[in-house]
């Protein structure tokens, strides 16, 4: 669907801009790489995690192989910007991927300006590096990264790098079950039978099966993005019974999110059977984490079967306390790894592009700037050093806190104040251009909350009138980090149109 001519020349600046790449370095000498990415699922969903009845023997096991951390975080609290913040280790302002992206079909008042909105294929992602250092790539799973999908207009999965990509713009519909609207590599895909999560690990150990036939000294990237367990939520029957029989759910409803979950675990045991039938998984570095927080139940109409969990943390999918992107995250590499460790290092989806380019001895453009770092320290049982402490900026928050910074175990939250109207807060924002960005760029931050993570993760105690020399220390880390990210955050055009809306 797209000409050659685009790809090489993006390519080609990408090189030139990149410096020389390590195409040469034989596979045996860099990891295999997988990251699995649920949507939607809360810190707490796991039977690793303390979940009193979802039965998660897979990602137990995964767990007890490698590395489980209780403080990983995705890059933003709703899913389109965190998965463009974990393809390029950018806060995802930086790219202008405020919120949800609707695909371009969708266009009520309130969401047609918005349907501009793409991760632009002059973002630097690291599966485009990993596919120059010489990695084959492949993508299965929701991508949700664009709004125009399939279509020449924007960037697709093979413009940020995937040599095969087999997607649905967001969610698989109608539902997880027999889903009829996936692409493979611009070709409909057509109506499939059986659950969502497992065609997209099937099509995953598919590819890994030809490419290994094809060229088995080659490294590989496999970015698997499962759609569960985000609604609208279907999953076999013979799971949701056995919930409903042991009466662990309290209704169906309940039974069928909890089956969901199994359901994921399921399909992460396909593959991780796949890696151990192919010889592979010794040097292959598996990640499973989640896009965000749980969702909340009964939010919206669809919502019935949202009963996620995030654990001890304060709020949930959207919110920017813990609870909005602390989320599972799991690691297994028995090359490297030593097994069954627990680790309280906080990591970030931010780190994954430096790391892995790292992994695979691929240098980095000179001028690119990243808010993530490597996170191979913390698989060895040493601290992370952050140049840039983690910090999160989501405009359209459901509490009333915007933004978020974490540094050596204190948090710090602040409201935006409304340049346009001085002690008032700034109204949410879906969607930044140029008919609202001078307000944007204006707003100020205003009545901080600050916590000790260290003794208060579920962001009980705010400590800004007791603590005032931390909360002066962390108050201009915070006004550095957002002052940084507004000078750099993409803005987009005003689309022409009779609704025009905003």
């Known amino acids: 669907m797209k000409t050659g001519s685009r790809h090489v020349f993006i390519a080609a600046c990408l090189l030139l801009a990149a410096g020389p790449m390590a195409v040469g370095t034989h596979g045996a000498e860099r990891p295999n790489i997988v990251i699995i990415l649920c949507d939607d699922q809360g810190w707490g969903d796991l039977e690793c995690y303390g979940h009193p009845a979802i039965k998660t023997p897979h990602l137990n096991r995964m767990a007890a192989e490698g590395i489980r951390f209780t403080r990983f975080y995705s890059a933003s609290p709703v899913c389109s910007p965190s998965r463009a913040g974990l393809l390029t280790g950018r806060t995802p302002n930086r790219a202008g991927i405020y919120d949800w992206i609707p695909p371009r079909n969708l266009n009520p008042p309130g969401y047609y300006q918005r349907s501009v909105t793409e991760l632009r294929a002059t973002e630097i992602t690291f599966p485009r590096l990993l596919k120059q250092a010489g990695y084959a790539t492949c ?18 999965p093979d413009d940020h790098g995937f040599d095969h990509w087999f997607a649905t713009q967001n969610n698989a519909a109608p539902s997880h079950e027999n889903p009829v609207n996936f692409v493979r590599n611009g070709r409909p895909a057509g109506p499939l039978e059986g659950f969502s999560c497992q065609i997209v690990a099937g099509e995953a150990i598919q590819w890994l099966r030809r490419q290994q036939a094809a060229n088995p000294q080659q490294p590989f990237l496999i970015h698997i993005a499962f759609h569960e367990p985000h609604e609208p939520v279907a999953s076999p029957p013979g799971l949701v019974r056995r919930y409903e029989d ?44 989640s896009d965000n927080g749980p969702e909340t139940l009964k939010r919206y109409p669809r919502g019935t079967r949202s009963y996620g969990r995030p654990g001890p ?41 430096p790391t892995f380019a790292a992994l695979a001895k691929t240098p980095l453009p000179q001028d690119l700037l990243l808010d993530g770092t490597s996170f191979l320290p ?10 840039l402490p983690l910090f999160w900026f989501y405009y359209n928050a459901l509490n009333e806190a915007k933004v978020a910074l974490i540094d050596d175990g204190w948090k710090i939250l602040a409201q935006l104040g409304d340049p346009q109207q001085p002690g008032r807060r700034l109204p949410n924002l879906e969607h930044v251009n140029t008919a609202n960005a001078d307000r944007a760029r204006g707003a100020s931050l205003m009545h901080f909350e600050l916590y000790d993570l260290r003794h208060d993760i579920a962001e009980r105690r705010n400590r800004a009138d007791e603590a005032p020399e931390r909360l ?3 108050r201009e880390k915070l006004e550095n980090r957002y002052r940084d990210v507004l000078r750099t955050q993409h803005i987009w055009p005003v689309l022409p149109s009779p609704t025009n809306a905003e």
């Open 313 to 353: 943390s304060r709020g949930m999918k959207l919110h920017t306390h813990e609870g909005g992107y602390r989320v599972a995250g799991i690691m297994r590499w028995p090359q490297r790894i030593t097994p069954g460790q627990v680790s309280q290092e906080p990591v970030c989806s931010l780190d994954f592009l």
């Open 246 to 289: 042991s009466n662990a759910a309290r209704n169906h409803d309940e039974a069928q999110y909890f089956a969901n979950v199994e359901n994921v675990d399921l399909a992460v045991g396909q593959f991780l059977d796949a890696l151990k039938e192919l010889e592979l998984a010794k040097n292959t570095l598996v990640i499973f984490t």
């Open 139 to 156: 993508m299965s799973g929701k991508w949700h990264c664009n709004s125009a999908f399939n279509s020449p207009t924007q960037a697709q």
């Open 378 to 387: 913390a698989l060895e049982g040493r601290p992370i050093r952050r140049e």
């Open 472 to 474: 002066a220390a962390m």
